[in-house]
């Protein structure tokens, strides 16, 4: 199994561009998460999606959308790129999540992102 | 709102010696906390969890974490440090309320751990 993969593994944007980034899995999970990393800031959550068919919103989600495209995939879109979106976005996925559900999120390798 | 504290940018450690990675968390309800680690140019990965139960929670490669509810403390702990060991570790956690973003992650900012032989 590749577990979560994303792609690209690097770009660069200019500023004012668009770009959409790839994240799929193969464990069968249900749940899946778009994090940033930034020096400093640690993981901040910027959409997730529960199951098929949902998303919600996280703690930093201005500047970007997502899709659900399946059960597998789930990309996240930058329509108009700004340099404060310069950093590292981590795909996660997990078998489920919610009140009962405390599961483990298992992560993909990283697209490093910069906006000039 | 839930809150993870990572007092210690960077640990230093002697390899043979025992390691501590500290954390403490603020959370409505019961806590559920994590550890991952991260090495360079990698995705995060799993390393243990509390949910419940005994509070000390063993993991992968050795590690271990101590869960102490009066002190909202889960630190991480590895008797013998291996070089291998340095990376970043997060803490993370979760609580059981209601609301947006309900049960979701928060993760602390990360300590760099270096084990010098």
């Known amino acids: 199994n590749a577990g979560v993969t994303q792609t690209p593994k690097f770009q660069v944007l200019k500023t004012g561009q668009s770009m959409t980034l790839q994240c799929a899995q193969d464990?069968?999970?249900?749940?899946m998460y778009w994090y940033r990393q930034d020096p400093g800031m640690g993981l901040r959550l910027i959409y997730y999606?529960?199951?098929?068919?949902?998303?919600d919103k996280g703690e930093v989600p201005n500047g970007y959308n997502v899709s659900r495209l399946n059960k597998r995939e789930f990309s996240l879109r930058l329509e108009s790129a700004a340099p404060s979106q310069t950093s590292v976005y981590f795909c996660?996925?997990?078998?489920?999540?919610?009140?009962?559900?405390?599961?483990?999120?298992?992560f993909g390798p990283g697209t490093r992102l910069t906006v000039t | 709102a839930q809150s993870v504290a990572q007092p210690e940018d960077q640990v230093n450690v002697a390899e043979g010696n025992p390691l501590t990675v500290k954390c403490t968390y603020s959370?409505?309800?019961?806590?559920?906390l994590f550890w991952y680690v991260q090495y360079p140019n990698r995705g995060l990965q799993f390393l243990l969890k509390?949910?419940?139960?005994?509070?000390l929670v063993k993991g992968s490669y050795g590690f271990e974490a101590e869960f102490n509810k009066s002190q909202t403390s889960f630190h991480l702990k590895k008797p013998s440090a291996l070089v291998s060991d340095s990376a970043l570790y997060f803490c993370?956690?979760?609580?059981?309320?209601?609301?947006?973003?309900?049960?979701?992650?928060?993760f602390g900012k990360g300590t760099k751990l270096s084990v010098i032989p």
């Open positions: 996660a996925s997990s078998e489920g999540t919610g009140l009962l559900f405390v599961y483990e999120q298992y």
């Open positions: 464990m069968n999970h249900n749940s």
């Open positions: 999606s529960a199951s098929e068919g949902t998303t």
């Open positions: 959370v409505s309800g019961n806590p559920y």
């Open positions: 509390y949910i419940t139960g005994d509070n």
């Open positions: 993370a956690v979760r609580g059981t309320y209601s609301g947006a973003g309900s049960y979701q992650l928060t």
